[in-house]
């Protein structure tokens, strides 16, 4: 706009109209057009450093065992993991083929990372032919979510506290006897072997053996039924056509939902029963 402004006094001026050039105003509109464009803040910079060249980090479950590889470069090992992204209703899921050069740190992985496993790797990024991407990790951690950022024990939350009692109602005077009560005893609940599902859909389908509305079943419930009905289930842990697939299918529907033991949301309890099977 400036070098336009310019334009059209140059023009005046070619054609007697120089008075123009010096009107305050135009000049003051002329500098703040300049200060304005050349105010910005800078970028921050940073001292260049070998080891931030190709550096990525990521953290997520493990879709595999490690496994030991033969290529040309000797023996290495491998496992998978998602890292997934997004809010618990709309979250999606990135997978990494990751890679571990280093001998004693492929043992190590070996012997401690399995499927389902929550871990934190660091590496460098790389793409093959077929333009998935992998990780040469240089680092892998176990992550422990009860831990805070100093590696210190969370605090538990506080109970809630309880509201006073309320004094009890002194008794409406009677002329009548008071009839003796009969001694009960109340039978204790026996105790669930495994976390009790939120809507109570899931108990109700495992006792009468019917196939429910997945549609009324909470997450919770869904994990609960993989784990007393898996024929409502199809099982493709072990035939998976791609990684990205789920482990488990609702069989009854097509639409139905579908299960992975790698996703946040995985109760720990169902993760352990059938990391196991």
Do not use: C
């Amino acid at each position: 706009m400036l070098r336009h402004i310019m334009m059209r006094l140059t023009n005046r001026v070619g054609t007697g109209f120089a008075p123009s050039i010096a009107n305050p105003r135009v000049m003051r509109l002329s500098q703040g057009l300049v200060q304005t464009k050349a105010a910005h803040a800078p970028l921050p910079t940073t001292p260049y450093r070998e080891d931030l060249v190709n550096k990525v980090m990521l953290t997520g479950y493990t879709g595999r065992d490690t496994e030991f590889i033969e290529n040309h470069q000797g023996t290495v090992a491998r496992f998978t993991m998602a890292v997934n992204q997004g809010t618990k209703d709309n979250r999606k899921s990135q997978w990494f083929d990751v890679w571990l050069e280093n001998p004693e740190l492929a043992e190590q992985a070996k012997a401690e990372v399995v499927k389902g496993t929550y871990v934190h790797v660091q590496g460098r990024m790389i793409i093959d032919d077929n333009k998935n991407p992998s990780v040469i990790a240089e680092l892998v951690l176990m992550v422990d979510k009860s831990l805070d950022d100093e590696g210190q024990a969370a605090p538990a939350p506080a109970p809630a506290a309880r509201a006073p009692a309320r004094a009890a109602a002194a008794p409406v005077p009677s002329t009548r006897a008071a009839a003796p009560r009969a001694a009960t005893t109340r039978a204790a609940a026996p105790k669930a072997s495994q976390p009790v599902a939120g809507s109570g859909a899931a108990r109700v389908a495992a006792a009468s053996g019917d196939v429910p509305d997945w549609r009324a079943l909470q997450k919770e419930d869904q994990w609960r039924l993989v784990v007393e009905r898996p024929e409502l289930w199809w099982d493709n842990r072990t035939n998976k056509r791609s990684e990205r697939g789920p482990d488990f299918k609702w069989k009854a529907d097509k639409e139905g939902p579908a299960l992975w033991l790698s996703s946040k949301d995985t109760p720990d309890w169902a993760r352990e029963q059938l990391s196991d099977a």
